[in-house]
């Protein structure tokens, strides 16, 4: 037999090329593989192999043994990429939306123009290139139309969680793409997020409030700059650890004689760096069988499960009103093996969530505050009235002030935290403002370019929070904001805490200081080095700090 086939070696080649197009039409054209893509290539080099031994026991020497296999394991694989690549190229079904031709052909175009973390400016020039639907993978449609938001994300909405969320280790947890564990894991975070836990919260975020003006203060007399992305970035951390995680990193305390940047940041910008990259889910699924690729990601996974056995292991601190104590709690003394992964994946969340987005959210409002001094002028005027007689304040004064929500909303229409969320349209697919997208296919919106995008807004590039209360005509269409997504699967579901964050923050930091650039002039390079990796990654912002007079 192996003689024949010695001897014929195109026919089987034809079969071999006719085996890979069936191949792609009777399975891989269905259903989803990419966590299966390092048993693929077991299979196919484990193929290969036995392929050429078969030959080699048949009596064919070592050379035409090797060149044989090649020669039809080659064919397979020719056929099944021809046909992939067809498919791709002239049938798939969204071929008739316009889009970068290498997009195409394999979601590797994605990677490299997301690998040097300007991602939101790559989607900006492609919504002013394209328009409001772009095609950017093999698979994947970026809809950049304001109702496309409720259509995507919204609570009828029945597109659900993309492959893509199989990177972070689903199923578990809050991020889980299952349905029914989603729901059962946001029961238990609204439990810690309900208003009673919020109302505990509440002193402890003074507490670090108060330590962050007390720095300011002490700037301010010095006559010092003082980089204001780091500091927020310590604040956060500080904040995030106390309500999230019952520990006290003391970064604000310790800011001052850090120096070099705190290694629990490395570890995290390790994590985002890596979704930044936004490699396709197979990539991702066969890098991590190689043993080193995911270091710095399996660095971030030990630091965070770390965090959990602590809380574990310390029933006060399991008992104590915080987000991690409060699931610990509803886990039991001893979480079973699924409860633990469960609450591994929710600590990966709470560190992840509450470090760096409050974070940057923070930094830009200082930045936009230095930048419109009326705006933070009319802030004081309305914040001030509302103060406690030792000039602090309740969050049950400030939380329904217009224009401090407005300043918020403001900065979150211009940088939104998260603001790329993948998501699988339905068998059915789905209709946006009458534009039909297949289903089975990968969907995306972007609040970066929505935000900037004047069928959205009127003045889209012009910082007015007035839009958000009093000159609601420069709002086009509302359906376009979602800094913290909606629906089944909000991005966000710790929007009240970041929110009772921001405002006790920026509340007494409006009323106590005058924030200026140094030299009264605006360092125009702070948002070029603004980089996207997910979540926003920042770059030095030095300000100067003013004690107003009483």
Known sequence: ?????????????????????????????????????????????????????????????????????????GSLLAGLYGSLLF????????????????????????SSQAKSYDWHKKGWGLYQRYGQFVRIG????????PQGVPAIYGPQSNCTRAEWYGTFGAPYGIISRAPGVHRERRRIWSHALKDSALRGYEPRIHSFVETFVNILQNTAKRQERIDIAKWCTYFAWDVMGDTGLNKDFALLKAGKEQGEEHWAFTLVAGWTKALGVRLPPWLVSLLKAIPGSGEAVQKF????????????????????????????????????????????????????????????TLTFVFYYLAKHPEQLEKLRQELIPLSNPDGTFKHQ???????????????????????????????????????????????????????????????????IPERWYSQPDLIVDRA??????????????????????????????????????PAGKEDLRFLDGVEEAHTWRLPELPMSFYLRAK
């Not at 093999?138 to 139309?145: F, G, K, R």
């Not at 039991?332 to 974070?359: K, N, Y």
């Not at 966000?492 to 923050?505: D, I, S």
């Open 301 to 360: 996974q030990n630091f965070c499960n770390a965090q959990l056995e602590a809380v574990i292991a310390d029933e006060k601190a399991a008992a104590k009103t915080s987000l991690l104590g409060i699931m610990v709690s509803h886990a039991g003394p001893q979480p079973s093996f699924e409860d633990r992964l469960h609450l591994e994946s929710d600590t990966r969340s709470v560190i992840f969530a509450g470090s760096d987005t409050s974070a940057s």
């Open 138 to 145: 093999s698979s994947t449609l970026m809809i950049l139309h």
């Open 397 to 463: 004064n400030i939380q329904n002030a217009p224009h401090l929500n407005a300043v918020i909303n403001e900065v979150l229409r211009l940088h939104p935290p998260g603001s790329v969320i993948p998501r699988q349209t339905p068998p059915e697919g789905i209709f946006v403002d009458g534009t039909f997208v297949p289903g089975d296919v990968t969907v995306i919106g972007s609040q970066y370019v929505l935000g900037r995008s004047e069928k959205v807004y009127q003045r889209p590039g012009d910082f």
């Open 480 to 517: 376009g904001y979602a800094p913290f997504n909606i629906g089944k699967y909000p991005t966000c579901v710790g929007r009240p805490l970041a929110l009772m964050v921001f405002r006790l923050l920026i509340a007494e930091c409006a009323t106590r200081f005058d924030v200026y650039f």
């Open 87 to 110: 498919y791709r190229l002239v049938s798939h079904p969204l071929n008739r939306f316009p889009g970068p031709i290498a997009a195409r052909v394999g979601d590797l175009w994605l």
């Open 1 to 73: 037999m192996t003689q024949i086939i010695a001897d014929h070696p195109l026919v089987l080649q034809l079969i071999a090329v006719f085996a890979g197009i069936s191949l792609h039409l009777g399975y891989f054209h269905h259903g989803e593989h990419s966590s299966k893509a390092t048993t693929y290539v077991q299979l196919a080099v484990s193929s290969f192999l036995a392929l050429v031994s078969l030959f080699f026991l048949s009596d064919q020497s070592i050379s035409g043994s090797l060149a044989l296999g090649t020669s039809i394991f």
